[in-house]
C-alpha cells in the first residue's frame, strides 16, 4: 500500500527506523508521489498561488516573457485556423487550452537541449526555434517548414502517434554515450501512451538512465476517444511506477506548476538520473482538427467548464494582480503578433509550390525501393493528370 502524504506538508512524517529521514525535505516527485492521486499546482484557476513552497525561482521578466509566448501561440492558432477555413492552408491540429504545457515546459529547456515534438506543441517549438513563418510552411504542405537552425536542436512535428519517441530515446541515448548533459523534451498525447513505441521508449529510457523527459499532454481526448475509454490506469503519470521513474501529474493550464515540474526532470536528467514521465493535465479547447467536429462527442457544459480554467486567463490574472501586466501590454502585444503573422504568412503564400520529389527526399538517406517504387507511382500520376 502507498504512504499517504499530506501535500500540504513537505516534510516527511514518517521515520523508517535508522534512516534518520526525520525533517528531510521531500523533493517535488515524493510530494506528489503518482500513487497518492494528487495533482501539482501552483496557481489554481483565479490565478492565486495556492503552493508557495513549490512557487518556481523565476524573475518578473521571464514570467512576462513565458506569458508573452502564450499569447503569441494563441495569436498564430486563431490565424492558422481562419486561414484554414479559407482554404489557404492544409488540415491542422489547433493548440488552443495548451499554451501553459507547452510554453511552461519549453521554458525550463535550455538551448542545447533537444525538443522531439508531436504536433500540439506550437508555443514550444516557438520557443525553441521554430518561427512563426516555419509554421505556416509546414501547413502549406511544404517539407521546408520543418528545417530548423541546427543549433536549436529541435525535431520535425511528427503525426503518426508515438513514432517520435523512440528517436528521443535514441537522441537520450546518444548523449549518455558521449557524456553530455543535455536534456530530451519528448512530446505526445494522452492516446499517444496506448502506442507500442510508448512502452518500448519508456522501458529502455529508464533501464539505460537516458535523459528523456516524456511530457504528456493529457487533452482529454484523442479525437473522439475521451480519456476514460484510452487507459484504466487512473492517471497516466501513474505509469511511471511500473517503468521505475518518477512520475507527476501536473496541471497543465498552470504554467508555474509546469515549469517547476520540468526543471525538477531536467535537473534528474543532467545528473545522469534518467527519465523522468510527466502528465500535463490539460484541455483541447478547439476541435481534434480542422476536419474535426467536437460538439459530436462532447458537451457545451464540459466546453464551459474548462472555458474559466483557461491557461492564459489565469497567467493574466496572475501578473495582472502583480502589476506585471495591463491591458495596454495585452494590445499591444497583440497588434505586433498580428502584424508579423500577416508578413509571415503572406510570404508563404507567395513561395512557389516545392517539388513531390520532396515528400520521399528527407527520410532516408538512401532511399530503399519501395519509395523508389512509389516516386515513381506519383511521378506517373502526376503526368496523367496533367494530360486530363
Ligand atoms: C500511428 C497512428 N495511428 C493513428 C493516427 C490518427 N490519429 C491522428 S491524431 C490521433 C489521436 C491522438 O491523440 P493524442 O495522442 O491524445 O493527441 P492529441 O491529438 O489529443 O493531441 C489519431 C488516432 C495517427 N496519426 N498515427
Ligand atoms: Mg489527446
Known amino acids: 500500500m502507498a504512504k499517504t502524504i499530506d501535500h500540504s506538508k513537505t516534510k516527511r512524517e514518517e521515520t523508517v527506523a535508522g534512516n534518520g529521514a526525520v525533517g528531510q525535505e521531500l523533493s517535488l516527485f515524493e510530494a506528489f508521489d503518482p500513487l497518492n492521486g494528487a495533482q501539482f499546482q501552483v496557481m489554481d484557476h483565479t490565478g492565486a498561488i495556492v503552493s508557495p513552497q513549490w512557487m518556481p525561482q523565476l524573475s518578473d521578466e521571464r514570467m512576462v516573457e513565458g506569458y508573452r509566448l502564450m499569447l503569441t501561440a494563441r495569436a498564430v492558432d486563431l490565424r492558422l485556423v481562419s486561414y484554414q477555413r479559407q482554404g489557404r492552408i492544409f488540415t491542422l491540429p489547433p493548440c488552443m487550452g495548451q499554451e501553459a504545457a507547452a510554453a511552461g515546459s519549453a521554458f525550463a529547456l535550455e538551448h542545447r537541449d533537444w525538443m522531439v515534438p508531436a504536433f500540439r506543441e506550437l508555443a514550444a517549438m516557438l520557443h525553441k526555434g521554430a518561427t512563426i513563418k516555419s509554421i505556416f510552411t509546414y501547413y502549406s504542405g511544404s517539407e521546408f517548414g520543418s528545417v530548423f537552425p541546427e543549433d536549436a536542436h529541435l525535431m520535425p512535428i511528427t503525426v503518426p502517434i508515438s513514432s517520435q519517441l523512440p528517436h528521443a530515446v535514441g537522441i537520450g541515448y546518444a548523449i549518455k554515450y558521449r557524456g553530455g548533459d543535455d536534456v530530451v523534451m519528448a512530446y505526445f498525447g494522452d492516446g499517444g501512451t496506448s502506442q507500442g513505441d510508448f512502452n518500448e521508449s519508456l522501458n529502455f529510457a529508464a533501464v539505460f538512465s537516458c535523459p528523456v523527459i516524456f511530457f504528456?499532454?493529457?487533452?482529454?481526448?484523442?479525437?473522439?476517444?475521451?480519456?476514460?475509454?484510452?487507459?484504466?490506469?487512473?492517471?497516466?503519470?501513474?505509469?511511471?511506477i511500473a517503468y521505475g521513474m518518477p512520475g507527476i501529474q501536473v496541471d497543465g493550464n498552470d504554467f508555474l506548476a509546469v515549469y517547476r515540474a520540468t526543471e525538477e526532470a531536467v535537473k534528474r536528467g543532467r545528473a545522469g538520473e534518467g527519465p523522468t514521465l510527466i502528465e500535463a493535465y490539460t484541455y483541447r479547447r478547439g476541435a481534434h482538427t480542422t476536419s474535426d467536429d467536437p460538439t459530436k462527442y462532447r458537451t457545451k457544459e464540459e466546453e464551459d467548464y474548462w472555458a474559466p480554467r483557461d491557461p492564459l486567463l489565469r497567467f493574466r490574472t496572475y501578473l495582472e494582480s502583480r502589476g506585471l501586466w495591463n491591458e495596454d501590454l495585452e494590445k499591444a502585444h497583440m497588434e505586433k503578433i498580428v502584424q508579423e503573422v500577416d508578413v509571415a504568412f503572406k510570404e508563404v503564400e507567395n513561395m512557389p509550390l516545392p517539388d513531390a520529389d520532396h515528400i520521399f527526399a528527407h527520410v532516408f538517406e538512401q532511399m530503399p525501393d519501395s519509395l523508389k517504387q512509389q516516386k515513381v507511382a506519383l511521378e506517373n500520376f502526376l503526368k496523367w493528370k496533367e494530360g486530363h
Open 216 to 240: 504528456c499532454n493529457n487533452n482529454q481526448y484523442a479525437i473522439s476517444v475521451p480519456r476514460t475509454h484510452q487507459t484504466k490506469s487512473k492517471t497516466i503519470a501513474q505509469k511511471a
